[in-house]
């Protein structure tokens, strides 16, 4: 378990000194980190999906200052834009010591089974209805060990869906998974109680499936930003003015929710959970009201300081699927030191919180460029050709000059070679 997230100067050590700093935070050994050289083993990807050639390396870094409900965590996250990782960092050193809150509704997911050729679609509603009892207890023999944890089938609904000439009834399975994101638990349970759903409602069954849109399955986040640890009243206020901006207009909320999800999908990626059913749930969640909405919230409490929330759908799990079988999920969840999924989601929706705050707070200061500009020059620099110390001194350069582009990289490179020559 980690006892403190703060690590000071860990952007500025070498590889082998963040690992050897990683072991002495979190007990792991160094056969442990291992596989971080060799990743995904071609045989294992093969097994994993169809057609494989190979596999491709996404960076995986270390988030620290997290503290989360009192807690501290290093949070690996996987992604390949500049900033990412940094940005959640400092946004969360920014706020201690009190760190993040969150809180998460238990791990429901819901499977919808689509019913057609109904004669009358609200008579065969009630007659579903009226089976409820048994229908969740045949669904259950469905459940595997579910029932026996905790989990299994809790609830059951029906609704008509679509206008009069083309209506249809879904029936809803309400499903408790536990520590699995639930997905292939969820369509098998039915797939078997199709049969007896069909039966009762007189209709024809065609898709069997669960929903990405978990809102059963809900986490919510909310930090408190002191105004003097953040730049005084005017951040705060410009702050919040942002976010009215996202509020009011979806073209700007779009990028709004995508830097939330710079967060939580490296989180995601990084225990292998799936990214597009997590990016699809935020999205549908974000347009539950029949405007597309920011996901998080920004306002000033009457100290002047500011407060942030967000609620996401998030269903994440650790056991099953790519997260049991990918060795570097393995150590992430190692790392981070979750005992459960709700633990997990809990801490990758601080994660999207803390990375909102940053993206928010550069653009109503600075403005997003000036803070991306090292991290952009290093990319271009390694796109010139640069390798090894060179990279450094074209950085440093193209920074000093505010000259960021491929052809003055260039140039400073040729410059280089010639003087070792």
Request: hydrophobic letters at 40%.
């Amino acid at each position: 378990m980690v006892t403190d997230s703060r690590i000071p100067g860990f952007y500025k050590m070498s590889i082998q000194e963040r690992r050897r700093t990683l072991i002495e935070r979190t007990g792991l050994s160094e056969d442990e980190l291992k596989v971080l050289d060799c990743g995904l083993d071609i045989s294992l990807a093969d097994k994993m999906i169809e057609n494989v050639v190979g596999t491709i390396q996404i960076p995986l870094g270390i988030a620290t200052n997290f503290r989360i409900n009192g807690k501290d965590y290093l949070i690996p996250m996987a992604t390949e834009e500049p900033s990412v990782v940094a940005a959640a960092s400092h946004a969360a050193k920014l706020a201690l010591p009190q760190g993040f809150t969150a809180k998460s509704t238990p791990p429901v997911m819901r499977g919808q089974i689509q019913i057609l050729d109904v004669k009358d679609p609200e008579e065969a509603r009630i007659r579903l209805l009226n089976s409820k009892e048994e229908l969740i207890k045949k669904a259950n023999q469905f459940a595997d060990v579910l029932p026996k944890i905790g989990g299994g089938v809790k609830d059951f609904g029906v609704r008509i869906v679509g206008p009069a000439e083309d209506s249809m009834l879904v029936a809803e399975f309400f499903v408790d998974c536990r520590d699995a994101m639930g997905a292939n638990t969820v369509n098998t349970i039915l797939e078997g109680i199709a049969p007896d759903v069909e039966r009762i409602a007189r209709g024809r069954a065609l898709l069997r499936i669960l929903s990405n849109l978990a809102t059963e399955r809900r986490v919510r986040a909310t930090v408190v930003y002191k105004k003097d640890n953040i730049g005084g009243e005017e951040v705060v206020d410009n702050i919040v003015k942002a976010y009215k901006f996202a509020y009011y207009d979806p073209y700007r909320a779009a990028t709004h929710n995508k830097g939330i999800m710079n967060g939580v999908t490296a989180v995601t990626l990084a225990t292998a959970n799936d990214t597009r059913a997590i990016e699809a749930g935020a999205h549908a969640y974000a347009s539950i009201s029949g405007r597309y909405l920011p996901l998080s919230k920004w306002y000033k409490d009457t100290k002047g300081d500011l407060v942030g929330e967000l609620e996401l759908p998030m269903a994440l799990g650790m056991v099953g699927g790519a997260t049991k079988t990918h060795p570097v999920a393995q150590l992430s969840l190692k790392i981070l030191g979750v005992r459960t999924a709700s633990e997990l989601a809990e801490v990758a929706c601080a994660v999207g919180l803390a990375q909102n705050f940053a993206a928010l707070r550069a653009l109503a200061t600075e403005g997003i460029q000036r803070g991306h500009m090292e991290l952009h020059a290093r990319n271009i620099a390694i796109m010139a050709g640069a390798r090894g110390d060179q990279i450094d001194r074209i950085v440093d350069q193209m920074v000093k000059e505010r000259n960021i582009k491929i052809t003055r990289a260039k140039e400073l490179l040729e410059s280089l070679q010639r003087e070792t020559d």
